[in-house]
């Protein structure tokens, strides 16, 4: 049988990278073997559900290239894939009802007041509340009589409090625990839904799905999983848990900080495929370790053996690194049509903009980099004149002050104020003095743009000022290096 994964998320906000990453490894896991790769909305809890949400999923999973084989608007012959939908046609309250008939599943009526009343106990250092069984001891026809009244109830399964059970993960092989750990955890709720995990048992039997990925946090709670499919007598489906994604302080990623999700990143000017790329490394490393793949490559490459069971920093000091390397790889017209709106934001007067493009395009790494990086167009900067001395280049406020005495009245006689034409005058200059070219080039680039660090050279950014312009500010350098020597 092929592999058939699914991405099952509950339309509850914003697409955080932790749930991008399931859904990339579920599609790469799929399409490496051939496999059909499913989207299913699971919308049962219908207090978390957020208006928008999941239009969110698709836009998300559209934008990343994450095309799935079937789900609610392709239909595979596994539909509803909304579990809502799916609610309607009853499955779930027949699946519950089979297992209350084996016994592996109960009616419980015990209302809130006395579920309050029962005793905690400490689980691996957690404070839970385990359900006494009151009401597995309920003849039938006491459970009939409340059925029969109306009286609210939920469905338990009916997890045996003596002995261990087994389960197996593909990274963290068999992992066994105390059946005395196990609570007898709600199926179906009071309000008729099915519970999270128990719509996750059904749906993924029914839809023949192979493998099931999902973060580690949900390894406790796989025993429970496991002795449904024994309940039933399914075979279960190969389970993938994920590492934890932590922050640079390595605590857990927060979903609330701002950019966490694939829409932050998108608004803070991060490439779709640079994100995918780099979430795919969350965690998984190819066997020659080398960066930078396209998603046809990581589909090629990508063997879920050898996801890591330690946790994954989220570094965004080298998703910036990806994105500037994607960036760099750009066609210069799909680049110019994102850079466009960030240089005219920066930029009212008339310049250029492809050249200025074309001067940053190698130098940043998320495009909101291009405001503080061409400002200095739109304006000269107020700057301090001890910018002048660079050891390097062997320059000091003295040298610079006669550089650009010398070069003035060149450079306002010139006609030719293309970059070649500046660059020829500049050049013979430095001939003339017998100096290296950081000697002349560093005061003039200073004068005319007043930044420590410019997309490109002197002559480059005088081209695209124009003659007025560049003049206009290198007597400004002028003057603020003959004021600081009277100072």
Known sequence: MKNRTRYAPSPTGKMHVGNLRTALYEFLIAKHEGGVFMLRIEDTDQERFVEGATEIIYRTLERVGLKHDEGPDKDGGYGPYVQSERMKTGIYMKYAKELVEKGEAYYCFCDKERLDSLKTEVVEGKEITIYDKHCLSLSKEEVEANLAAGKPFVIRQNNPREGTTTFHDELYGDITVENAEL????????????????????????????????????????????????????????????????????????????STSFEDLMEQGFLAEAVVNFIALLGWSPEDNREIFTLEELIEAFDYHRISKSPAVYDIVKLRWMNGEYIKAMDFDAFYGMAEPYL????????????????????????????????????????????????????????????????????????????????????????????????????????????????????????????????????????????????
């Open 344 to 487: 005219k934001k920066a930029l009212t007067r008339d310049f250029d903009l492809r050249k200025i493009a074309a001067m940053v395009k190698t130098r940043i790494e998320v495009f909101p980099d291009i405001l503080e990086m061409v400002d200095f167009f739109q304006e000269l900067p107020e700057y301090d004149p001890a910018m002048y001395t660079h050891k390097k280049m062997k320059t000091n406020a003295q040298s610079s002050l006669e550089v650009l005495s010398d070069l003035l009245p060149r450079l306002e006689v010139q006609e030719d104020y293309s970059n070649d034409g500046l660059y020829q005058t500049l050049s013979k200059y430095v001939e003339e003095k017998g100096v290296k070219n950081g000697y002349v080039m560093w005061p003039v680039r200073t004068a005319v743009s007043g930044k420590q660090t410019t997309p490109a050279g002197a002559t480059e950014i005088m081209e695209v000022l124009g003659k007025e312009e560049s003049l206009k500010r290198i007597r400004k350098g002028i003057e603020l290096l003959r004021n600081a020597a009277e100072a």
């Open 183 to 258: 609570d007898d955890m709600i199926l179906i709720k009071s309000d008729g839904y099915p519970t999270y995990n128990f719509a996750n048992v059904v749906d993924d039997h029914t839809m023949n799905i192979t493998h099931v990925v999902r973060g580690n946090e949900y390894l406790s709670s796989s025993p429970k999983y496991a002795r449904l499919y024994a309940a039933f007598g399914w075979e279960p489906p190969k389970y993938v848990h994920l590492p934890l994604v932590t922050d640079e302080n390595h605590k857990k990623l927060a979903k609330r900080g701002g």
